[in-house]
Nanobody, 112 residues
Framework: QVQLVEAGGGLVQAGGSLRLSCAAS????????MGWYRQAPGKQRELVAT???????NYADSVKGRFTISRDNVKNLVYLQMNSLKPEDTAVYYC??????WGQGTQVTVSS
């Protein structure tokens, strides 16, 4: 079955950076579109960024220009580089195959 395992979350000050990674197994990774979602306390899960199998990217307006999604089809990894972090970016971040599989999530906390 599909397994997605996130890593790289943590506590960072506003203006700082973090890079999340997601290791995928159980899928033919290079054929899958992939994405990152996040869910803040008391809020609905929202789509942050997606990357197609061909490398086309899309971003939520709230992160455009600050976050970058990328993928490594050899290592079956998808990344989310997060720069200029803001307190409102605090959430649990989830990797997804944009179909029906999710990772366990990784906590990102941005202090002001």
């Amino acid at each position: 079955q599909v397994q997605l395992v996130e890593a790289g979350g943590g506590l960072v000050q506003a203006g700082g950076s973090l890079r999340l990674s997601c290791a995928a197994s159980g899928i033919i990774f290079r054929f899958n579109d992939m994405g990152w979602y996040r869910q803040a306390p008391g809020k609905q899960r929202e789509l942050v960024a997606t990357i197609s199998s061909g490398g086309v990217t899309n971003y939520a307006d709230s992160v455009k220009g600050r976050f970058t999604i990328s993928r490594d089809n050899v290592k079956n990894l998808v990344y989310l580089q997060m720069n200029s972090l803001k307190p409102e970016d605090t959430a649990v971040y989830y990797c997804s195959d944009l179909f029906n599989s999710w990772g366990q999530g990784t906590q990102v906390t941005v202090s002001s």
